[in-house]
């Protein structure tokens, strides 16, 4: 047989698009069907023109394959249970897997989520003592972290001693897709720390990261970072700095950002600036820009029509969000999704047609999910509809029996209607099921640093100027009219502890913290990110404080964004 050295590589460099057939056809003409080397470029390029049987053609056609041919085959069979069952052919022949064999069978196990072939071919890694390498070492990080199991991914890193961009590129995004944005962010600035050049993964990685916390100095610094290494008009890097402003609630950088690329701008970009203009409820905005898309020949997806009705929703407009799921399936024959329906049920939840919204959620082409049944459930509360409340809860826990959230809105629901007994059935039916609520937690970012705080949370290093300040502020608002909203608290707790327990919420904590002398510049807005929904009094709290303060707040709680200035916030007090 022909060895590689016997053959011009420049043979097999084709131009893009060129059918491989052809190329196969002209190298025959020249060497033996059988020469190896040839082979293995010719399976490498059936498979990049999606010709898989072809590939699996030239390869029965080598008479000793080697682990070059085997990873060329593995690797045209990819996202496909065929790979995995080459690799076992591969084996049982007694041929090795190298680096870039286990790295191709690692991206298959993550598409078909076979976590237990991803973990024996990690064993197999460290028998073969590649594990630790960084190329091998990155693919087990990402399969561990789309397969969400953060902690071996970085069980992982860590045991890489020589790690490089590629590993720190993996580790960045790995955390910040499985919800660890603190840990993605903190990887980040080791990178940093260790002179690791930075790639567009990682910036784009840190950047998800920090819109999640919805961190806008992070935002800013990264973006520093970014303009520094020549990355920031890079596309991808362009869409994550539009998104982690816009999920910031800094709407006018996202644009600046989508300005200065509109150029090279895909349509990720466009839905990331429509998305950011949907949070606000800038329904004008959105459609406007939607509509400047269309110019530019840009075909709208499902997920510009998610953005307009998004925007349209959380702007109370039923009749426009009814219009525009129509427009969506009739004028771009785009079927609608779960989540364009659950928009629509949103909106005529919010608006009070509580009916209507529940002959969708049971009519619509789609089993509603626990968000559509949540969303209903909240509306009910908002228009104080017990008994559908209760139906709403009762859907919501059949798909899930440990929601917190069902069983925390429906006894609110019944304490504000003073049906106190129900209160205690739904609490023992809670206790029983051992259901724990949970915890609410909320952050703020200052000068580049995130603080969080707990209810009732006195582990803060600042928590007595933290309490004196909220007290001074309570004090102060309550002279402007502010009335407490005692309902969402128990009716079986004294005065005095029910005023403890309304008052020393986390969200409240977070504004007195960045209150504080010295802790935020004068006139800056406070920026606060709640894990729960913002309770009833918090709202109102925030309103009398940003017109005693004359200071913005902006809250980016589970449900959206709350922007309190002057007394009014943005949401008009439906969410």
Not at 222 to 242: E, F, Q, R, Y
Not at 488 to 501: M, R, T
């Amino acid at each position: 047989m022909n060895d590689s050295s016997d053959v011009d590589r420049s043979t097999l460099s084709v131009p893009p698009n060129t059918d491989p057939r052809i190329t196969h056809a002209r190298a025959l003409k020249s060497w033996s069907h059988q020469d190896r080397f040839l082979c293995n470029q010719l399976i490498t390029l059936y498979s990049r023109s999606n010709l898989s049987s072809y590939a699996h053609r030239v390869f029965a056609q080598i008479p000793s394959p080697n682990v070059v041919s085997w990873t060329s085959l593995i690797s045209a069979h990819a996202d496909s249970l065929l790979s995995l069952r080459h690799f076992v052919s591969m084996l049982r022949r007694s041929a090795l897997p190298n680096q870039r064999t286990v790295a191709s069978l690692l991206r298959t196990c993550t598409t078909l989520l076979c976590v237990p072939f991803g973990l024996s071919l990690h064993s197999l890694s460290l028998k073969l003592g590649f594990a630790n390498e960084p190329f091998s070492g990155s693919a087990l990080i990402s399969f561990y972290a789309k397969c969400r199991l953060a902690g071996s991914a970085l069980k992982v890193f860590h045991e890489i001693p020589e790690r490089d961009e590629v590993c720190y590129s993996a580790v960045v995004v790995g955390l910040a897709q499985s919800s660890r944005p603190i840990d993605a962010l903190s990887a980040f600035a080791d990178m940093q720390c260790c002179d690791i050049g930075s790639t567009v993964h990682s910036v784009s990685g840190a950047l998800r990261a920090a819109s999640e916390l919805a961190a806008l100095e992070q935002c800013a610094i990264i973006h520093a970072h970014a303009v520094v290494t020549g990355l920031d008009n890079n596309v991808v890097v362009a869409s994550a700095l539009i998104d982690g402003y816009g999920k910031a609630g800094l709407i006018s950088d996202a644009r600046c950002v989508f300005d200065e690329n509109v150029a090279v701008m895909n349509d990720i970009g466009w839905n990331a600036m429509m998305s950011s203009y949907a949070q606000q409820g800038d329904v004008e905005s959105a459609v406007k820009l939607f509509h400047e898309m269309e110019a530019r020949g840009l075909v709208p997806d499902e997920y510009s029509f998610l953005a307009i009705l998004t925007a349209c929703c959380n702007a109370g407009l039923v009749v426009e969000t009814e219009n525009w799921l129509t427009r969506m399936r009739l004028e771009y024959a785009l079927e609608p999704r779960l989540e364009h329906y659950t928009c629509l049920v949103t909106a005529m939840g919010n608006a009070g047609k509580l009916e209507e919204a529940k002959r969708l959620a049971m009519t619509m082409p789609f089993e509603p999910d626990a968000a559509v049944w949540r969303s209903l459930l909240i509306a009910c509360g908002h228009h104080s509809d017990v008994d559908m409340a209760r139906s709403a809860a009762e859907q919501l826990l059949e798909l899930d029996p440990n929601d917190d959230s069902a069983y925390v809105i429906v006894a609110n629901i019944l304490s504000s209607s003073g049906r106190y007994n129900e209160v205690a059935e739904v609490r023992k039916r809670m206790k029983d099921r051992r259901v724990k609520k949970e915890g609410g937690m909320s952050w703020i970012e200052v000068r580049g640093e995130v603080h969080v705080f707990m209810s009732g949370d006195r582990k803060h290093e600042r928590t007595e100027e933290v309490y004196s300040k909220l007290m001074e502020l309570m004090e102060k608002i309550e002279s402007l009219g502010y009335v407490p909203v005692w309902k969402v608290i128990s009716h079986e707790l004294g005065e005095k502890e029910k005023k403890e327990a309304l008052w020393y919420h986390s969200e409240k904590l977070a504004v007195a913290f960045g209150l504080l002398n010295g802790v935020s510049p004068p006139h800056k807005a406070l920026r606060i990110v709640k894990n729960l929904r913002i309770c009833k009094d918090c709202h109102e709290v925030f309103k009398y404080i940003s017109r005693a303060e004359e200071r913005e707040i902006i809250v980016r709680d589970v449900n959206r964004y709350h922007r309190f200035l002057n007394g009014v916030c943005t949401c008009r007090d439906i969410w």
